[in-house]
């Protein structure tokens, strides 16, 4: 049971609470509490103040909370403003007092002020973010190929289609990295925005305690015509079965390709290195085609289906608006948030040529929690399946079919990052 404690401070954080606050945050994910003088110098390099929150009990940190601007692809390629939302933790000694509400009213009443359009962040549990109007809008798989079953040429020596292969260096994915994901990203719902630190840390330039660098292998593929259009990062144990038989596992860290023959020949490359007979694919869309791409589809084995970004709808009139419809026609819904943030009955017009998003006073069709909008948000939930398990309420029969045919996508979203 949660009881409030007022004489629990929470507030911005200064950069003098920087060290406590970041004990508070490794005791909270159960990291040593040790604070050492690098993690303190790294974490003070992008944090900002005004906008990481602190719990202080007797002037000592006991929770913790970040956020960050970032954008999100929306359906149809829009980026949109989002508030992202990480190092939540509160101190084990102060849990279930509602210190995280509380900073959570705190931070999405910001968002709300600033004009970002949706929050966003990726739930540690999933109880924990329903109530504050946080739906699960994408997911994530992760396959383990059994090399010697895909049924693919073992004489393969690169792509089929012109294109060509090299392993590169951390330094060649710097330059050519964030252009690709710049390129990827944009054409790619649910992604958000990668910034420079990212490519630093995932390259083994800024190395972090809490997370041991091994280096990877990274390779690129490129096009007939000389076009950087795929990179894959991953490393490979070593196994040997009876001392004698190469039995390897190759684990993804992470692929992006910009076109589907970028994709197709990253994954063959993968399943031809010889030695290597399991590969792991690492966190998936989980539409992603790479079961396809082998000749027998089950020597891809899925070993992880999950919910991954949540989305919080902060503004349902940009929301709607940023994104595109597979069909025309119209919807008027009744959006319910007890977070008194964007409540309120819309009239959703959506066209080949863009939607428009309008208050409206005409009668309900559809009555849903603000979490269920954002659950349906990227297109990657059914209207009618929530309908059968009593989220959404259909006003007018039929309501909910309409209502996927307008908001439901040929390809699922995606959101290749942790943050
Ligand atoms: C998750 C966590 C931040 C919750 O903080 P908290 O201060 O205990 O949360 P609150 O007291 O504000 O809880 C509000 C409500 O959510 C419920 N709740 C909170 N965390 C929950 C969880 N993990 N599972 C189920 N319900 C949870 C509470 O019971 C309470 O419900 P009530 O209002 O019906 O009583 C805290 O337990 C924690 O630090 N966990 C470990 C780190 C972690 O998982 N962080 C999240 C990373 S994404």
């Not at 000694?93 to 995280?100: F, I, S, V, W």
Request: aromatic share 8%.
């Amino acid at each position: 049971m949660s009881r409030p404690e007022p004489h629990i401070d929470v507030r911005p954080i200064t950069e003098a609470d920087i060290p406590d606050w970041i004990r508070a945050l490794n005791t909270g994910f159960l990291r040593t509490p040790d604070v050492a003088e690098t993690e303190i110098a790294d974490r003070s390099s992008y944090i900002v103040p005004a906008r990481t929150l602190g719990a202080f009990d007797a002037g000592r940190c006991v929770a913790t909370f970040r956020s960050f601007a970032q954008e999100i692809t929306a359906v149809g390629g829009t980026p949109v403003p989002a508030d992202a939302i990480s190092n939540v933790t509160v101190t084990p000694t102060h849990r279930r007092r509602g210190l995280l509400t509380r900073m959570m009213a705190h931070d999405l009443a910001a968002a709300k002020d600033r004009g970002d359009v949706v929050a966003t962040l990726i739930a540690a549990e999933y109880p924990i973010y329903g109530r504050y109007g946080f739906g699960p809008a994408t997911s994530t798989a992760q396959w383990t190929v059994d090399v010697p079953r895909t049924g693919l040429d073992p004489r393969w020596a690169g792509p089929e289609d012109g294109g060509r292969i090299d392993i590169v260096d951390g330094a060649d994915v710097r330059k050519i990295g964030p252009e690709l994901f710049e390129r990827v990203r944009r054409a790619q719902p649910g992604a958000v925005d990668r910034d420079e630190r990212w490519w630093l840390v995932n390259t083994g330039v800024l190395r972090l305690d809490r997370s041991p660098w091994t280096e990877p292998f990274f390779a690129v593929y490129r096009s007939a015509g000389g076009e950087v259009e795929g990179l894959v990062s991953y490393t490979a144990d070593d196994h040997w079965g009876d001392g004698k038989q190469p039995l390897n596992t190759a684990s993804v860290n992470w692929l992006i390709a910009a076109t589907p023959d970028a994709e197709r020949a990253l994954w063959h490359y993968l399943c031809s290195i010889d030695w290597i007979t399991t590969v792991k694919s690492g966190w998936r869309a989980p539409d992603d085609l790479l079961p396809l791409y082998l000749p027998d589809p089950r020597a891809a084995r899925v070993t992880t289906l999950a919910d991954w970004l949540w989305v919080r709808i902060l503004d349902v009139v940009r929301a709607l608006e940023a994104r595109t419809y597979e069909g025309q026609g119209e919807l008027v819904l009744e959006v319910v948030d007890a977070g008194g943030l964007s409540g309120g009955r819309y009239r959703l017009q959506a066209a080949a040529d863009g939607a428009s998003c309008t208050p409206t006073t005409a009668a309900a069709e559809l009555t849903l929690d603000v979490a269920d909008l954002g659950r349906l948000w990227l297109g990657d939930e059914s209207v009618v399946r929530l309908v059968a398990l009593g989220r959404v309420r259909e006003e007018r029969a039929g309501a909910a079919r309409v209502a996927d045919a307008l908001l439901r996508t040929s390809r699922r979203p995606w959101c290749p990052d942790i943050f």
